[in-house]
């Protein structure tokens, strides 16, 4: 039923059955999953994509999965919506924003890659799932997770937003907040990963995983009429977000779907943990591991894993990269807020003050279209605006304080 044909060292390309495994044993290379195009050509159209429910399960022969979909059946297919009033605010002719503060059942993308991922783990027959988690994975994999049936274990940085760790804890996960950054986290959980028999999402099952990304690349194809824009702006933690939306369109245009293919692809990075942009920006393929200081900790992981082949995907497409202090990232977050009336968290606000860079630079022309990825909802994490917003106007519960209020808000002080 499933068209995957196997998985495929992406250095040495050696191959390697359908298993929860994710490095090639004889480069330490990362394993990546292959399919059947021939077979996936002949099974899918666009029309037959189209009568399907709304989810990111539409796409199903492009994703690793054998049987029918498990988890996170409500996931996906959320909205492109065309900004004018933000388009004509930073200088652009046509502008979407692919907006996935609005995902269920978490609201970040991640439960894109966590619906495939724990589909994975249930074929694999696994009873406990977990992740080395930045914030949004620890949210996507409580849920889904507690949906499904599994036991969860959550690893964190122990900094973490505190209204990142309630709202995972009130799904009852095993969490366990670590003393150190995310790649230490990361470290950690590969230990942990090669002792238990686990369905670690973004360790032992991460090349399935990673597929999930590609939905987002799907849909804006779909969205767009079945064209893909010009240009599309990518916030990068692993980098692998970026790798995978640029393979759902190189697979759109070799079955068939996609006539014609010439999109740049953009990363988008915060400057306190910038290790991607600053290699694209430097032209050395050599990404050099930081230790992150930024508010945008959803995107803070200094060690990525995907970096060189995200820098790559930016050079072969003529696409380039920026990354933004955080300043720029409040003030963006508002920007979308203010003109969209879309409530981004950090990461959003990473992606649309490095697109306005990037028009300003020209490296994004204001001709053709633009895309830009919101892959996160604000009210994850509203402790970055605290002292950065407007104040509420204060008054006395009568008419006369509020008209004298109102007096002073008409005059414009
Ligand atoms: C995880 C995440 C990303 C990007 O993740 P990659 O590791 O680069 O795939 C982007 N935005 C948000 C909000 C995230 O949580
Ligand atoms: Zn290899």
Redesign the pocket.
């Known amino acids: 039923m499933g068209h995957v044909k196997g998985l495929k060292c992406r250095e040495c390309g050696r191959e390697y059955p359908v298993d929860p495994i994710y490095v090639c044993e004889f480069c330490f290379g990362p394993l990546e999953v292959g399919y059947d195009y021939k077979s996936i050509a002949k099974a899918i159209t666009r029309k037959k994509i189209e009568q399907r429910p709304q989810t990111l399960w539409r796409y199903r022969e492009l994703l690793p999965i054998d049987g029918d979909p498990l988890v996170g059946l409500a996931s996906g297919f959320t909205p492109l919506v065309k900004a004018d009033n933000l388009a004509r605010e930073i200088g652009i002719d046509e502008l979407f924003i692919k907006d ?1 503060t609005v995902v269920h059942p978490t609201l ?3 439960d894109r ?1 966590v619906a495939v991922a724990l589909t994975k783990a249930k074929e694999f027959d696994f009873d406990t799932v977990a992740c080395a988690s ?4 620890a949210h996507s994999v409580s849920a889904h997770g507690a949906r499904a049936g599994f036991k969860r274990f959550i690893f964190i940085p122990a900094s973490l937003e505190a209204s990142k760790i309630v709202a995972s804890l009130v799904y009852e996960p095993n969490l366990i907040a670590v003393d150190g950054n995310y790649d230490e986290v990361n470290r950690l959980c590969s230990e942990v990963a090669n002792k238990y028999r686990w369905a670690f999402v973004n360790i032992n099952i991460r090349p399935f995983y ?1 597929e999930g ?1 590609k939905t987002i690349g799907f849909e804006i194809v779909e969205q767009m009429g079945w064209k893909a824009p010009d240009h599309i702006v ?9 790798t ?1 939306v640029w393979k759902a369109l190189k697979e759109f245009k070799q079955i068939g779907i996609l006539k014609e293919l010439d999109t740049k692809i953009f990363g988008a990075q915060a400057t306190g943990c910038g290790p991607i942009a600053t290699a694209v920006k430097a032209g050395t393929d050599v990404i050099r591991p930081v230790k992150p200081n930024t508010i945008a900790k ?2 803070a ?1 200094g060690n ?3 970096g060189f082949y ?1 820098s790559q995907v930016i050079k072969e497409t003529g696409g380039y990269a920026e990354d933004v202090s955080d300043q720029e990232i409040i003030d963006a977050i508002k920007l979308l807020a203010r003109t969209e009336g879309i409530f981004a ?1 950090t ?2 606000g990473v992606t649309l003050a490095s697109a306005i860079k990037l028009i300003k630079a020209g490296r994004i022309t204001r001709e053709g279209t633009t895309v830009i ?1 919101i ?2 909802n604000g009210l994850k994490t509203q402790e970055a605006l605290q002292g950065h917003t407007m104040m509420p106007h204060h008054i006395k519960p009568s008419l006369a304080s509020f008209e004298g209020v109102l007096g002073k808000i008409s005059r414009g002080d």
């Open positions: 996935d970040s993308f991640k890659v930045t914030g949004n994975l990673a990304s990518v916030p990068c933690a692993s980098g692998s977000l970026l995978k959803s995107l992981i990525p894993a995907d995200a968290e990461a959003g990825c892959t996160g």
